[in-house]
Every structure is written in C-alpha cells, then in structure tokens.
C-alpha cells in the first residue's frame, strides 16, 4: 500500500517565478492537506482540500493556490516567488478530514 | 488562537537512559493532541494521538505520552533511548474545523540527539 507521494523531491526556482507541486494522497484518502515547513521550524498549515474544494486555509497569501483532482491528487502553486518561499512543503491525506499521513516532501529553493 | 510550545530546542540523552519531552498547549476548548517524529529529510510521522479517553496514550516504537488537562500539558516519554530515535520531534494541537475535521497547530520542534 503505497503512502503519500511528492514530486518533485527538490527544485531550484528564481525570485518572480511560478512552481507547482504534486501530491499523490496515501489510498482510499480523500482530503489533502499542505504545509511549509521553514527550516528550524514546524509546518505551517496551508490549505486543505476535500471534494476537489478548498475547506479551509491558512494564513497564506494568494500567491498560494491549489487543487484537487477527481482522483484525490493536489497541487500547490506558488506564484511570484520570493526568497522567504523556501521551505520543505510537506503534503498529509486523510480520510473524511481526519488524522494525517505525511508525505515526504518537496524542498524548495528559491534563488 | 491555539498554540504549542515545546520548551526545550535540543534534548541530549545517552542510549538506554530514559526520555521526556515536553509539550505546553493552549486551546480553549477539548484539544485534539499529537506527537510526530521527522527524521532528516523525512517527512512526518505520526506517533501517537489523544483524542479523548485515558489520559496515558501509548504509540508506536515504545513511545507514551499523557495528557495533563490541569497544566495543559502532554509530555512525551519513553523508559530507554535507542540510537535510531535521533530525529526532530513535533507536538501539535488540532483546532476543531467545519465538518469534523482538524487543522493541526505545531510547535518548534524538539531535536533529539542521542549518544551511545
């Protein structure tokens, strides 16, 4: 039974750039969630998807945006990006928005 | 709002010696609480959770924690350190949400080093 995946594992982005990260949820969940994780940090809650809708964000501007497919995956898009976007994204499924699995995680750097 | 806060940034144990990590919470209503370990360059892993019911949890990988509604706490134990515990490890308190859900909070993170 494969767990939640990430791709890519790591990128290298410019400031003003745009990245799209991918999320496979662990199987038979329908809710993924998104997180930063900044170094020396925990993560921070992002948003939420649950039936191909955001539920529920946190203090995140704009600039991040997602979506959830009909297969449960997600992505997150990060527009316009700045250097304080560099952080481990870390991707959690559940089933009907319960407890989260984690996924390894994407490292972003931004250049 | 909640918050967590875990006291201690770095925790140095040798192995076999027995372990505490502390965890202060503050929520207003039943918390939901977590523990998670992350290995380096890991994601994370869920170790145990409390949710209602008796106050000592027990997780995976020998690992306890009990819940102190009193001193809004929910300190993680475990009786003997192994060197393979050496991560980062996260408490978290989920804030109740629309339709079931959780949306968890985290603390900083305590890191665990372990000498042999």
């Known amino acids: 039974d494969a767990g939640v995946t990430q791709s890519p594992t790591h990128l290298i982005k410019t400031r003003g750039q745009q990245v799209t990260l991918r999320c496979s949820p662990k199987?038979?969940?329908?809710?993924v969630s998104w997180y930063q994780q900044a170094l020396g940090q925990g993560p921070q809650f992002i948003f939420q998807?649950?039936?191909?809708?955001?539920?529920q964000r946190g203090n995140f501007p704009d600039r991040f945006s997602g979506h959830q497919f009909p297969n449960y995956s997600s992505e997150l898009n990060v527009n316009a990006l700045l250097l304080g976007d560099s952080a481990l994204y870390l991707c959690?499924?559940?089933?009907?928005?319960?407890?989260?699995?984690f996924g390894p995680g994407t490292r972003l750097t931004v250049t | 709002a909640q918050s967590v806060t875990q006291p201690d940034i770095h925790i140095t144990v040798s192995e076999g010696a027995s372990l505490e990590l502390r965890c202060n919470y503050s929520?207003?209503?039943?918390?939901?609480l977590f523990w998670y370990v992350q290995s380096p360059g890991q994601g994370l892993q869920l170790l145990l959770k409390?949710?209602?019911?008796?106050?000592l949890v027990q997780g995976i990988k020998g690992f306890e924690a009990e819940f102190k509604r009193s001193q809004s706490s929910f300190n993680l134990r475990k009786p003997s350190v192994h060197w393979s515990d050496a991560a980062e490890y996260f408490c978290?308190?989920?804030?109740?949400?629309?339709?079931?859900?959780?949306?968890?909070?985290f603390g900083r993170g305590t890191s665990l080093i372990v000498h042999p």
């Open positions: 959690a499924s559940s089933l009907n928005r319960r407890e989260q699995y």
């Open positions: 199987s038979g969940h329908d809710t």
């Open positions: 998807y649950y039936e191909e809708e955001e539920r």
């Open positions: 929520y207003g209503a039943t918390p939901y």
């Open positions: 409390y949710f209602s019911g008796d106050t």
């Open positions: 978290a308190v989920g804030m109740h949400a629309s339709g079931g859900s959780y949306i968890p909070t």
